[in-house]
């Protein structure tokens, strides 16, 4: 332990970090308008086009996370061994072409294929831009960096409602995926021009899992943060993914009104939510190992009552709040998992570790309950009486109990293990 703290009291923090921290966090927040504008476009897409729920589920998730989560592992590897920056680079191109060229879809499969190559392009950034940021700044704060990086959630989520509603009334859906996709080709030079770190150089001289990949696999506490964050992601992605399609659907309100309430919440409650947690988790790490663990443990049961607060009341002043707390709460994990995830698999073996982490996080919180969610209201008919999507949401908070259990396991695991 005090050959940690000597090794992380020398690592001076150079200016140009604190640049590549920026950038990277902008690349992040085109990431997430690119990813998550078709949430606030479902109503408009449903009824040109005429899909159903399930369909609109399939295209928001499913289609994105096949690839996302199928490459994620193999870009991660890549991530441990190749340039990260020009990883990057190639798959911001990727996505924003593909996101802009949504716009010109006729149907469901142009869509779909759309998505899958976002998915694709969007695989490449979480392996390489956290382990970029794991060897730019020491340990002790790695959870608040990855939670500033994180943040990026958070503004491209309130950027993506917020312009996206008011685009698609303005114009209509198809502008919004133009005018909101293709530039992020603007940051294809600026990325490649980034400086890269030396592997490891911020990590304390101390046993890592070297370079057997096979040991991630075997490791328990990894096991449990794995499974918990996947169940967190099924509570975290229902806000985004359907709670604007509900507020549209009960408050009988235009999209750009309910874009600008949510973008709005998401700004306020997840943009400082998201940083705080990993400022907060980095103190609980601290005092014990487990820290990072038991404190998203406590935030995933704190997320219950919010949204059973969210789901029993008609009063939109009421669930705009709710939603507001919720993406502070639902966001504030981010940073930690991914600190936690980064320390337990060390310098050489991070991009693994981080896309076997995004893998098993996205094939559950995207690939397969978005799905079930869609499925179910229309089994209930929800089209035909929308208050019965208050049943199907139901689940959120469930998932939430899920979480807080088996994270609060692996903060034990992970006690025991050291």
Not at 356 to 377: C, E, H, M, S
Not at 380 to 406: D, F, H, Q
């Amino acid at each position: 332990m005090t050959a940690q703290s000597n090794s992380e009291t020398k690592f001076s923090i150079p200016t140009y970090a604190w640049y590549a921290l920026t950038l990277l966090t902008l690349i992040y927040v085109m990431n997430f308008v690119d990813r998550v504008l078709i949430y606030i476009l479902f109503t408009p897409i449903k009824k040109e086009l005429q899909f159903s729920d399930l369909e609109l589920a399939l295209l928001g998730a499913t289609s994105f996370v096949i690839f996302y989560t199928a490459l994620g592992i193999p870009f991660g590897r890549m991530a441990d061994k190749v340039s990260r920056k020009k990883l990057i680079a190639f798959g911001l191109a990727v996505w924003s072409i593909f996101s802009g060229l949504t716009g010109f879809a006729t149907g469901f499969w142009t869509i779909f294929i759309c998505r899958m190559m976002v998915g694709i392009g969007e695989a490449s950034l979480g392996p390489a831009a956290l382990s970029l940021l794991s060897d730019y700044f020491p340990s002790k704060m790695r959870a608040t960096v990855q939670a500033v990086f994180s943040s990026g959630i958070a503004i491209g989520t309130g950027v993506a409602f917020f312009f996206g509603g008011w685009i698609s009334d303005a114009l209509s859906w198809r502008y919004a995926f133009y005018f909101l996709g293709f530039p992020g080709l603007i940051f294809v030079i600026l990325i490649l021009f980034l400086k890269e770190p030396q592997r490891g150089i911020s990590d304390a001289p101390k046993e890592h899992l070297k370079k057997n990949w096979k040991l991630l696999f075997q490791n328990v506490p990894l096991r449990y943060i794995l499974v918990g964050y996947a169940f967190f992601a099924v509570s975290a992605n229902s806000v985004s993914i359907w709670i604007p399609t509900f507020l549209v659907r009960t408050q009988k309100m235009a999209i750009s009104e309910i874009g600008l309430l949510i973008g709005i919440g998401t700004l306020i409650g997840g943009l400082p939510g998201t940083i705080l947690g990993g400022w907060f988790a980095d103190k609980f790490k601290a005092k014990r190992i487990g820290g990072r663990l038991q404190f998203t443990s406590m935030i995933a049961f704190l997320c219950i009552p919010v949204w059973l607060i969210l789901l029993n009341t008609s009063i939109l002043s009421l669930q705009i709040i709710c939603i507001t707390i919720l993406l502070a709460l639902t966001l504030s994990w981010l940073g930690p998992a991914a600190a936690d995830v980064n320390d337990i698999a060390g310098p050489y073996l991070r991009g693994l570790a981080v896309g076997l982490y995004f893998f098993t996080v996205n094939v559950i919180g995207y690939g397969i309950a978005p799905p079930i969610f869609g499925k179910i209201n229309d089994v209930l008919k929800v089209s035909a009486n929308p208050e019965i999507m208050r049943v199907t949401l139901l689940l959120a908070p469930l998932a939430a109990l899920t979480a807080g259990i088996i994270l609060y396991k692996a903060s034990k695991s992970l006690e025991q293990k050291i």
